[in-house]
T-cell receptor, first 116, second 108 residues
């Protein structure tokens, strides 16, 4: 199957700083990627849809100024958590579907963010 | 928006037992996937199954799209099957929405 790579796998940052997470589709092009957040013992919650060449669309309740998304190419989307606080500590995971085939979704390995 | 339910929420099995996990969804979907999330958080894609039945070793899945449910069968369970199982559906907006998951513990 297709490969989606996420980096970094884990990151610890201080309160008030910003953290960037990268999501790459390694062997296919994706006009759309998705970002999810997962708190301990909960399901994955969709945060936003990342659209190549245009603005991201955010789910209700997700602060777009807090979670900046950039989808500059057909293989890369980035999520920046700005002015991070301890409550932003979570597991963040991205997904992408093949641009043309648009069948199953492939997921990155996730990024565990801890804000201290 | 679409609602995805999974049952049971928790399941404890003796090694070697069989189990059935269920996923119900409230509206028509473009496709459905089953995942196993390992202890490190990685999602393992088990099945892409918008309809019909598929089998992969001890696992099989059936989706009846017209009745809006899918089943995941695990036979001869092993301790390595422990973890959380999610079903996820793709909506007409291409969004993939996850169910709440079934937490499975297989004990020796």
């Amino acid at each position: 199957g297709a490969v989606v790579s996420q980096h970094p796998s884990w990151v610890i940052c201080k309160s008030g700083t910003s953290v960037k997470i990268e999501c790459r589709s390694l062997d296919f092009q994706a006009t759309t990627m998705f970002w999810y957040r997962q708190f301990p013992k909960q399901s994955l919650m969709l945060m936003a849809t990342s659209n190549e060449g245009s603005k991201a669309t955010y789910e209700q309740g997700v602060e777009k100024d807090k979670f900046l998304i950039n989808h500059a190419s057909l293989t890369l989307s980035t999520l920046t958590v700005t002015s991070a606080h301890p409550e932003d500590s979570s597991f963040y995971i991205c997904s992408a579907s093949h641009q043309i085939m648009n069948t199953e979704a492939f997921f990155g390995q996730g990024t565990r963010l801890t804000v201290v | 928006g679409i609602q995805v339910e999974q049952s049971p929420p928790d399941l404890i099995l003796q090694e070697g037992a069989n189990s059935t996990l269920r996923c119900n969804f409230s509206d028509s979907v473009n496709n459905l996937q089953w995942f196993h999330q390992n202890p490190w958080g990685q999602l393992i894609n088990l099945f892409y199954i918008p309809s019909g039945t598929k089998q992969n070793g001890r696992l099989s899945a059936t989706t009846v799209a017209t009745e809006r449910y899918s089943l995941l069968y695990i036979s001869s369970s092993q301790t390595t099957d422990s973890g959380v199982y999610f079903c996820a559906v793709k909506t007409s907006y291409d969004k993939v929405i996850f169910g709440p998951g079934t937490s499975l513990s297989v004990i020796p």
